[in-house]
């Protein structure tokens, strides 16, 4: 059974930083691109980040860009999301997922239960 287990979320200030861990059990994960989505009350769900099973292939979504780093480590099974400057806006529930190959569309296999993140301003 396939798991995706995230964690790190929690309450920050604006301009402050979290990283949220996401680690993956159940199967091999080789060929598995892994993403970050979030999703805000009255949003739709959206792909922040995304990185491909080499790490040689990363997306960011525009908002994020230079503020976020998503990074893996294939050994752990585990992909990172370090969120920094954080503004309110960033404020949502942020889920992990996993799919074979690399996706910039919400089109993924396996997903986390979720982490909440808060930024206060």
């Known amino acids: 059974q396939v798991q995706l287990v995230e964690s790190g979320g929690g309450l920050v200030q604006a301009g402050g930083s979290l990283r949220l861990s996401c680690a993956a059990s159940g199967r091999t994960f080789s060929n598995y691109g892994m993403g970050w989505s979030r999703q805000a009350p009255g949003k739709e769900r959206e792909l922040v980040a995304a990185i491909s099973w080499s790490a040689g292939s990363t997306y960011y979504t525009d908002s994020v860009k230079g503020r976020f780093t998503i990074s893996r480590d294939v050994a752990k099974n585990t992909v990172y999301l370090q969120m920094n400057s954080l503004k309110p806006e960033d404020t949502a529930v942020y889920y992990c997922?996993?799919?074979?190959?690399?996706?910039?569309?919400?089109?993924?296999?396996?997903w986390g239960q979720g982490t909440q993140v808060t930024v206060s301003s």
């Open positions: 997922a996993a799919r074979r190959g690399f996706s910039l569309t919400l089109e993924y296999d396996y």
